[in-house]
């Protein structure tokens, strides 16, 4: 059973930073592939970055230069670390993991940016 879980969430100031970290347990090999996304004020759910099994990664422009997602293969745990934060990038952020048996989500970490 594939299991996904966020942390990290906060209340922070504009212009401050967060770590968000997702494990994924489970029998999903390694490296793993991880994607970001963020549910904003209008509810939809929006994709972040993400991080393919060969490191590659890519950001929506909104974050290109602020965010960046590593990984840590020996604790099965992506990172998603924000600098920079704008009022804007306020949400639930979640992590998915795509398998060829479906999509895993977590259940997602409330960032606040607000002044």
């Known amino acids: 059973q594939v299991q996904l879980e966020e942390s990290g969430g906060a209340l922070v100031q504009p212009g401050e930073s967060l770590r968000l970290a997702c494990v994924v347990s489970?029998?999903?090999?390694?490296?793993?592939?991880v994607a970001w996304y963020r549910r904003g004020v209008d509810k939809s759910r929006a994709w972040v970055g993400g991080?393919?099994?060969?490191?590659?990664?890519d950001y929506e422009d909104a974050v290109k230069g602020r965010f960046s997602i590593s990984r840590d293969n020996s604790k099965k745990t992506i990172y998603l670390q924000m600098n920079n934060l704008k009022p804007e990038d306020t949400g639930v952020y979640y992590c998915?993991?795509?398998?060829?048996?479906?999509?895993?989500w977590g259940q997602g970490t409330q960032v606040t940016v607000n002044s």
């Open positions: 991080i393919t099994t060969g490191g590659t990664t």
């Open positions: 998915r993991h795509a398998r060829s048996d479906g999509d895993y």
């Open positions: 489970g029998g999903s090999t390694i490296p793993l592939s």
